[in-house]
Every structure is written in C-alpha cells, then in structure tokens.
C-alpha cells in the first residue's frame, strides 16, 4: 500500500458523484466574453477539509480579481476519483483547474500530452525544488502546490525529555542512547502499533533522507535495479532499526496489538516517548487529546552523520491546467496558479484550514498557532535539511513491505534476511510496471 494512498484512507471516503458546488452551467457560451471578464471552472476532491481551502481560495482570488469567476467543482476521492480524472482530460472535458496528486500519479497523467507548462507564470521561481521534483516532466513544470509537506519523522513527548534531561538526537547511536534512559525512567521508549501494519513501515520510508545523503542518485539505481535494500549500507540500516529497537526491549508491550489510536494516547500521555509515523497523524493526535498541541515535538529519523540530520518528505498534492483550457481562460488559469503560489495564497489556505505541514512556498509560514510538530517541520524545510520519500523518485514499491516490518519490529525475521525479501517482493511489481533491468 502506497503511504500517499494510507494518509488518503484516512480522510473520508464518500463516493459523491461530480457536482458543481455553484450556480450556473461549466462551459456556458458567456465564460469568455468581449468585456474582459472571463469563467473558469474548478475541481478537487470532496474531502472536507479540501472543500474549505478550495472555496477560500476562490473567495481570497477573486476578490483581488473582480473580472475572473471561478465555478468550483467536487470529485471523489480514491480510484474512483483518479479514473474520473482520466477520462475528463482524454476526452478534453476537464475543468479548467484541477487538484490532483503529485509524483507518481501526476506522471501517469501524461503531462506533456494532457497538461499545459506553466513557464514564466508569476511565482513558479519561489517553489521549493523538493515540490516542484514532484510536478515536472521533462524538464517543464506542471503544477502549483496545494497544503503543505507530510514528513515521516518520530514524534515525541516534550515532557518526558524535559523530566529525562534529553536532547533530540541527531546520530541513531543517540537515539539509542536516549531510548536506554528512557527506559530506565520507566517510560516505554519507542511506541510500535502493528494492530495496524501500516504504522510499522516509518523506521524504512521515513529513513529515505538517510539513504539519498549517502547516495544521491540511489533512487535511479534503484529503479534500474542497479542497487538492492540487502546490499546498500545505508538502505538496510532501516530495517536494522526495526531490530535494534525490538532486540533492546524498547517497544511498547502491546506493539503487536496496538493500534494507531493508542499509540497516539501513549505518546499524548507519556506512556510512551517516542512513536515513529506519518505527521499528517498529528491532527488525530489533538482532536483526540486536547491540548497536547504544544506537548508534542518531532525529529527526523537519525542517521550516521550528525552534521547531516535531515527529514524525509512527502510532497503536497498539485494544482494544474489541462492542454483543452486555451486563449483568455488558460491567462486567467495562469493567474489563479500564480496567487496559489503567492504568501497571500498560503495565508488564504491558513485561513480555511489549520496547516499540518509546512508550505512549499519560499516565504509563507504556518504561523504560530499550529501544533509544535509543525513549526518543527518548519525548521527543516526552511534550513533546506530535506529530502523527498523514495514513492516521489522511483515507482518501485512492494505491496508486503509492512508485513515484513512487523516481522522484523516482532522478532520474527532479522534486518538482513528481511531487506532480500523485500528486494524480490519488489521485483514482481517493477515487472509489472515494464521498467528496464527487471
């Protein structure tokens, strides 16, 4: 199971039929008239929290541009909502500007074919490179981000290293020696929730800035099956740590029961110090712990290099213009990427929905009343210490890979054994996907 689609499950998952969410036909004869004043439509996702952003946005935009409308629309979400997509831009009936997935997805677009560059728009020059990765295609750059980064990192438990005496650490030897403390302190160190086995796969994916600092172009290797989990160093060192932890008795006793809400009740309560997961789970955490906004911080997963301690990402989503808009609605599509792409669009987004992550906008920040997880985050992508998780770089991914974690984080399977299983579960799928080498 791909992360992106894991932090998707968790959203609602309504199957809403497309709807326009304001009056008026898409498309009518009077969208582009001789007055300067032009019509766009405007699609995304039915999610909540979605519609609240999309609708600001289009509040903030056009009251800065009067003589722009903008007909929003509404998607499903999931597979339902990525076949829509597809057939609307094969069949050049897509909505002017559309949300839809960065990465691997976008490119299953065809973006050269279906989608319109953006060039010199205004702003596209204040993206940060680790977003703008993530939307190009051959050497063009497609789309605007919407939301902030998601980071897979380790949350923690701010009063428990205050009571310990505690710095983050920056060397996995650190961490280690922090997890011993903890211990004896009778807190229970690292908090594993294999209840569900999604959750087990942090200490792997969200490692990836470990393994491109020791080896930038790992990720090509890696799809060209010209470098293996079980031979490169740096890449087992993620399933090392699943067995360092287990082999020292530093989980959680339940680990293999839990389940995603205790462990945020652990980690909110001090039961627990330490949990390695998705910071999009920082949401949960507070809705159902009041008041542990400011309680819980975040750190990167550590790796050898203390002077190169950096946090693995995943990338917002993308908001793009078809080829079929064209003339004075591609101009004005333009602008309403440009403002997206702006402070003011960032501000516009903060104002609709509290931030979960930092922007990838040069110059916007998520503010102070956001959760300390975030403005953690902040610092990371500020300072330049990030790098993209490995589903954004390669298309390579096997389906059992949190089942071997478990076994790994349970005992079961050690590191080694663990990281040759992966590279044959990973060869099926690169089979599947026709890529060279395989």
Known sequence: MRTRHIAIALLATASMALTACSAGSLGSSDDSGGDGKVTISFLYDNGSETAKIGDQLVKDFTAKNPNITIKTETRPQGTDGDNLIKTRLSTGDMSDVFMYNSGSLFQALAPEKNLAPLGDTENIGNLDKNFTTTVTSNGKIYGVPWGGFMAGAILYNKDVYAKL??????????????????????????????????????????????????????????????????????????????????????????????????????????????????????????????????????????????????????????????????????????????????????????????????????????????????????????????????????????????????????????????AKLYDEDVKKQAQQLGLEGW
Not at 218 to 230: G, H, P, R, S, V
Not at 284 to 311: H, M, R, W
Not at 403 to 412: D, F, L, R, T
């Open 165 to 418: 005496g505690l710095q983050i650490p920056k060397t996995w030897d650190d961490f280690m020696a922090n997890n011993s403390k903890i211990k004896a302190g009778g807190v229970d160190p690292v908090i594993q929730t294999y209840g569900e086995t999604w959750t087990s796969q942090l200490f792997i994916l969200g490692d990836y800035a470990n393994v491109n600092t020791a080896d930038p172009q790992w990720a090509d290797k890696y799809t060209k099956n010209q470098a293996k989990y079980a031979t490169t160093p740096a890449a087992l060192a993620g399933f090392q740590h699943l067995q360092d932890v287990h082999d020292k008795g530093y989980e959680n006793k339940d680990f293999a029961s839990a389940k995603l809400t205790d462990g945020l009740r652990y980690l909110a309560t001090g039961k627990g110090a330490q949990y390695p997961i998705l910071s999009a789970m920082v949401s949960q955490l507070i809705a159902d712990n009041p008041g542990t906004e400011d309680k819980v911080g975040l750190f990167p997963i550590p790796g050898t290099d203390a002077s190169q301690n950096k946090l693995t990402v995943w990338s917002p989503n993308g908001v793009y213009i078809p080829s079929s808009t064209t003339g004075a609605k591609l101009e004005a599509a333009k602008k309403f990427l440009a403002y997206i792409a702006s402070v003011d669009g960032c501000n516009s987004q903060t104002t609709a929905s509290t931030p979960t992550g930092p922007y990838a906008v040069k110059g916007c920040t998520v503010g102070d009343k956001v959760p300390q997880a975030v403005k953690d985050m902040q610092g990371y992508i500020d300072s330049g210490s990030s790098s993209l998780a490995l589903e954004f770089l390669s298309p390579v991914k096997g389906p059992a890979l949190e089942q071997i974690c478990v076994e790994v984080g349970s005992g079961i399977r050690k590191a080694d054994a663990a």
